[in-house]
């Protein structure tokens, strides 16, 4: 158990729909990645926060945001979904800003239909 | 082109063999090389880290790195079907993010 926590496991939905997963870091962990993980492109980096703030951010689309509360945990909000964003969803965290080792919940499998 | 390229397999092997696991990458900025391992439907989980060229050794695993020809290598010895997993390279890079490698799925045959 890597202590990330991540919701929902599964989640099925329409093409156009809105979800939101959310992410639980280690106790202590102040950095949260989100990455995407499809068959045919591997672990994408999505976007980093740092103690509430945005510090990183990679293939995002603008479709997608993402927000660090203040008790630190993070959601992942996916709006205007297309089949291709049928994807696993990890979230990770690390105690720096850089990061280290990388601790990552068990994912969320989003599928569009 | 990818900065960072690793086959995606699968590479079979039997129990007991010495595997090399093999990427290549692009920036010769890179100084530190992760090497992650997950699990079929499992969040990738750290198996070790080298920084800039030479080895690191830990227990049956041993990752190498070669700055001069951008190549980073993890190689177990008596391999295990517990070993059976993605192996994922991950170089650092100047702004401390992960670069990832597609993965190399790995199945050690009993």
């Known amino acids: 158990d890597s202590g990330v926590t991540q919701t929902p496991k599964h989640l099925i939905t329409a093409t156009g729909q809105r979800v939101t997963l959310r992410c639980s870091p280690r106790s202590g962990d102040l950095s949260v990645y989100w990455y995407q993980q499809s068959l045919d492109q591997g672990l994408q980096f999505l976007i980093q926060y740092y103690n509430g703030e945005e510090r990183a951010k990679g293939n995002i689309l603008e479709r997608f945001s993402a927000q660090q509360f203040p008790d630190l945990h993070s959601e992942l909000n996916l709006s205007s979904l297309e089949l291709g964003d049928s994807a696993l969803y990890f979230c990770?965290?690390?105690?720096?800003?850089?990061?280290?080792?990388?601790?990552f919940g068990e994912g969320s499998r989003l599928t569009v239909l | 082109q990818k900065e960072v390229e690793q086959d995606p397999g699968p590479l079979s092997v039997p129990e007991g063999a010495i595997v090399s696991l093999n990427c290549t990458y692009s920036n010769s900025a890179f100084q530190y090389f992760m090497w992650y391992r997950q699990y079929s439907r499992k969040g990738p989980e750290l198996l070790m880290y080298t920084y800039s060229s030479g080895n690191k050794e830990d227990g049956r695993f041993t990752a190498q790195v070669d700055k001069s020809s951008k190549y980073i290598s993890l190689f177990i010895r008596d391999s295990q079907p517990s070993d059976s997993a993605t192996y994922l390279c991950?170089?650092?890079?100047?702004?401390?993010?992960?670069?990832w490698g597609a993965g190399t799925k790995l199945i050690i045959k009993p």
């Open positions: 991950a170089p650092m890079d100047s702004n401390y993010q992960l670069i």
């Open positions: 990770a965290s690390s105690v720096a800003l850089a990061p280290g080792e990388l601790f």
